[in-house]
């Protein structure tokens, strides 16, 4: 009984550092297509997911749209970013491209 805790708290616990990792390169990306964009986080709502870029180990896509608007639409931006590991075993971002949608 006592090594299916332990094996129970292992599993429990690596799901936790996983979503710890899957939040910081998050906050990396945002924090990437915002300098791409040249925007504030204050005036743009993001929304990202994870998806797949051939040679890449890591790849989000960003959808970014305004909190304002020209002409009478709010901007919408759409940028992928992609990681590669690196040899500490962690993820450096490689590129953030972006497109303006709307």
Known sequence: MKAFFIAFALVLSSSFASAGAMKEISMMTTESVLETLGFDESIVSIEQKFTTVAGYDVAII????????????????????????????????VKTECETLK
């Open 62 to 93: 960003t959808m970014a749209r305004a909190n304002y608007k020209v002409k009478g639409v709010a901007p919408t931006f759409k940028c992928v970013t992609v990681f590669k590991k690196n040899s500490d075993n962690w993820y450096d971002i």
